[in-house]
């Protein structure tokens, strides 16, 4: 326009069918033939607008600037034929190394091309003499994120141009379901299959039972990636196990089946099987100890009759009991049996789980006595951020609305807390002069096929079952990402070897997210 002239402000037009495309093209044919004023070139614009409007139907189509406000109309985006430059790689990040804009064309429908030529940051190929992250640096083979993994090293994400490099890495665990390739394997969500498969119910390798719980990664020691470093089968003192009866693993445990991949570890003071299950071949619950008590003619195990004894020291030398109950009779482990796993934990993890499921045929008449099994999940870890894992390590406890510990085993019954839950309501605690009346039993369906729904007279009162069942709980830890952990799984007697209890162990997972440790009713 000429200097002074007044230029017309952009308006909303209103058009409909037909007289929109002719407005449309007497204005382009304005434009073509020089009269290139702002208002005509505003005017090219809406009514071409208005023209792609039309095309929709008869409908009035109201456009203003380069969007139409109605639903289902297509506004061009730009002038067809007209080419410019392009870049879909992070900003800042064009021009630096092999990264380069490219070019992006107009279509006849006024609608943009995909950009051609340009080329956006990639995997770093080391020795290559090139930039192809383009973080500025050639080859080079630094760790930008402080993850412990360079980009050389196998790091797909060492810059925040990826979101959160640090916990994307070759040493984390593949998260399902988060369209993301944490593993740096170059596949999206492919977490692995479960890997329990055909192992025979009386193997004495630890690693199989540690696959019968969905860990199937194994690692160096003196690595850096995620996975199971040993696996071993011992006694509770550390010692070597002596029988195989305590321990299998079972595709299922009476109607019980396993809450991931194909199998479950079962650990036992007595039989580790179930009516109808072989090697080991079941027999009655009652009194079935291995002998592996002091004081009762049996040869001492290698290692003793001890307990763990970090747990026993974090308790003062004597083994807790669920609040109210009396203490142990004594500090012996008597019958057990322990998995010892010595992990690397996945870079990205903050938390562990794990699914148990505990029976007893101490329940009715030996709860809150000073003869109860146990079993505990001891835990080894550096984590010391909120919700820190207890001090005594074990995971394997429930704890209170009153925030009082209670040990994994019959006793979490005492007090009618609801978390042991596969059994009959009525009278418990028998040997003593004063037993208590247990309310919330849920039912005995998950003892059915087990053992533990045998009748036994010689109870609390007529017609009881042989014993009861927490039904499945989920135990939780919280970890630290690239450390090594020791998690160790011991089941045993106190006090004497009657009356055997047994653990289902399963689904063995991390998580990205801290935990409140402990036990949860699933």
């Known amino acids: ?86 870049y879909t790689g992070p900003s800042g990040s064009a021009g630096v190394g092999v990264c380069r804009a490219g070019t992006r064309s107009c279509d006849p429908s006024g609608q943009w091309r995909a950009c051609a030529g340009e080329v956006v940051p990639g995997p770093e190929v080391c020795g290559n003499g090139g930039d192809d992250n383009c973080s500025g640096a050639v080859d080079e083979d630094v ?19 990826c979101g959160t490099p640090g916990l994307i890495n070759p040493g984390a665990y593949d998260v399902a379901g988060n369209s993301v390739d944490d593993d740096c394997d170059g596949a999206v969500d492919n977490t692995l299959a479960t890997c329990d498969d055909g192992i025979t119910s009386d193997t004495t390798d630890g690693l199989a039972f540690a696959r019968s719980l969905e860990l199937c990664t194994t690692a160096e020691p003196d690595g850096a990636r995620w996975g199971v470093i040993s696996a071993r089968l011992l006694r509770p003192s550390g010692g070597q196990v002596l029988v195989a009866e305590g321990h299998a693993v079972r595709p299922a445990f009476g109607v ?28 009655p619950m009652l009194s079935t100890g291995h002998c592996y008590g002091p004081g009762l003619g049996c040869p001492v195990p290698d290692g003793g009759f001890g307990v763990p004894a970090d747990f026993l020291a974090a308790h003062a030398g004597t083994l807790p009991n669920a609040p109210g109950c009396p203490p142990p009779r004594d500090d012996k482990a008597r019958d057990g049996s322990m998995l010892e796993l010595v992990v690397r934990v996945p870079t990205n993890a903050r938390s562990l789980a794990l699914d148990a499921n505990f029976f007893t045929t101490e329940y009715p ?34 704890f209170d609305p009153a925030g009082q510990a209670y040990p994994l085993g019959v006793n979490l019954v005492h007090g009618d807390t609801g978390v042991f839950r596969q059994c009959q309501n009525g009278l418990i605690g028998c040997w003593d002069e004063q037993p208590e009346m247990v309310t919330r039993c849920e039912g005995t369906d998950g003892l059915v096929g087990t053992g533990y729904d045998l009748h036994y007279e010689d109870t609390c009162f007529p017609g009881s079952l042989a014993g009861g069942a927490t039904d499945w709980l989920a135990i939780r830890g919280n970890v630290v990402g690239g450390e090594v952990i020791t998690l160790r799984l011991a089941i045993w007697d106190t006090a004497d070897t009657l009356n055997d209890s047994l653990v289902l162990l399963d689904h063995f997972r991390w998580s990205t997210e801290a935990s409140a440790p402990g036990v949860v009713v699933q």
């Not at 008869?58 to 297509?74: F, N």
């Not at 402080?146 to 810059?159: E, V």
């Not at 003869?371 to 835990?379: C, G, I, S, T």
């Open 143 to 161: 760790d930008l994120d402080g993850d412990g993994f360079s980009t050389c090293a196998g790091d797909c994400c060492d810059s925040g141009s």
């Open 365 to 398: 008449p030996w709860t809150c006595s000073p003869y109860n099994d146990m079993f505990v999940a001891l835990l080894d870890s550096t984590y010391a951020g909120p919700s820190p894992n207890p001090p005594d390590k074990n995971i394997a406890q429930y």
């Open 1 to 86: 326009p000429r200097r002074g002239s007044r230029v017309r402000p952009p308006v909303a037009v209103v058009v409909t069918g037909r007289e929109g495309w002719h407005r449309a093209q007497r204005e382009r044919s304005r434009y073509k033939s020089g009269v290139r004023s702002q208002a005509a070139v505003h005017h090219l614009v809406l009514l071409s607008l208005a023209a792609a409007g039309a095309a929709c139907g008869a409908e009035t189509r109201t456009c203003a600037g380069l969007a139409c406000a109605v639903d289902g109309s297509i506004a061009p985006a730009c002038e067809p034929g007209v080419e410019e430059p392009c």
């Open 256 to 283: 019980n089946t396993p809450r991931a991949g194909a199998s479950l570890a079962v650990f036992s003071t007595g039989r580790a099987a179930a009516p109808g299950d072989v090697a080991p071949t079941f027999v």
